[in-house]
């Protein structure tokens, strides 16, 4: 019956698919186009990211092939899960769970910027999925930004949910308190965040038990070098994430691809007046340790988990807070 209604709605379809029923668009990248669809035996709905393989080379098709080799071995709830991975003679398909909130982007962009509470909730579970790339697959993402973290929302029953009820307003849309304002979602919140997107992911060498490192011994030393620093690229995107939800821009921004580089390059980035001036210390101190020029210096993923900001007690996760003053 399912089937049936679907196939009424003329959705396109898309061949050797068979199995799945594609349905409206979620996202799009250079030479992908992702969709919802239902897995037509179960009813389950899943996310589809569909590759046109004819304006592919052959380094590209390579490049695909590595994505799904990573995902297929990634099994933690803060990463996007691979379903199935179909090659046809037009397209490639790779099928993941549907991650059905959207991006954090484009909560950054409809709210703004995010309480410390919230950024600290997103931010955690990044971490999470970070760690487990970083200590027990041993890949590096080298793409964390907005765009790339999925959430899935969640309802926010007062009675059901212990956080809601520190809400002080009988007013279930806004509040004032401590010179915050609180927005409930058309009383959704950010629930369960997950990393998408590994496209530019790299297995790293590694004397790892889960990693196959056969090959170690003879690769130079300044291949290993780099590739054992390349961890800290993670951490340095992680801090222009938490930046950027914080305070609703990145901490590096210039119209000229020149001046941008020489800022990245010098860590020219600054707690900016007034949009600032009410973040705490210790959130700023957090980002000043993962935006650390010295790779060496930077925080770890582990140093990160244990800074004190991290480990603050959050009061109002994961409500969508807007501080009052939008300069
Ligand atoms: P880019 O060119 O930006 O690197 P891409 O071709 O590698 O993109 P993805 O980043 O994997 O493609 O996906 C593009 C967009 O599609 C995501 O930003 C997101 O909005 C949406 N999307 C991807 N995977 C899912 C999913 N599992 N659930 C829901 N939406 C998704």
Known sequence: VEEERLQKMKFKQYPNLDKY?????????????????????????VAIKILRKFQMDQQQKQAVLKEVTIMRQL????????????????????????V?????????????????????????????SIRYLHEEVGIVHRDIKPENLLFEPID??????PIAKLRKSDDP??????????????????????????????QIWEHNTKTPCGTVGYTAPEIVRDE??????????????????????????????????????????????????????????????????????????DQFLEDPWMKLESKSVPELAIPSRVP
């Open 100 to 128: 059905s909130g959207g991006e954090i982007f484009t909560m950054i962009v409809k709210y703004t910027y995010l309480s410390e509470d919230l950024s600290r909730w997103i931010i955690t579970q990044v971490a999470h």
């Open 156 to 161: 926010f029953k007062p009675s059901a949910n």
């Open 228 to 301: 054992r620093y390349s961890k800290e690229v993670d951490m340095w995107a992680i801090g222009c994430v938490l930046y950027t939800l914080l305070c609703g821009f990145p901490p590096f921004y210039d119209e000229r691809i020149e001046t941008l580089t020489e800022k990245v390059a010098k860590g020219q980035f600054t707690f900016l007046q007034p949009w600032w001036d009410e973040i705490s210390d210790g959130a700023k101190n957090c980002v000043s340790n993962l935006l650390t020029v010295d790779p060496k210096r930077r925080y770890t993923i």
């Open 75 to 98: 099994k933690h709830q803060n990463c996007v899960r691979f379903i199935e991975f179909i090659d046809s003679p037009v397209y490639y398909y790779i099928v993941q769970e549907l």
């Open 173 to 202: 849309n806004t509040k004032k308190d401590e010179g915050e304002f609180t927005a409930n979602v058309g009383g959704g919140g950010i629930g369960v965040v997950k990393l998408a997107d590994f496209g530019l992911s790299k």
């Open 21 to 45: 029923q594609v349905l409206e668009q979620m996202g799009e990248g250079a030479f992908s186009v992702v969709y919802k669809a239902v897995h037509l035996p179960s009813g389950k709905d």
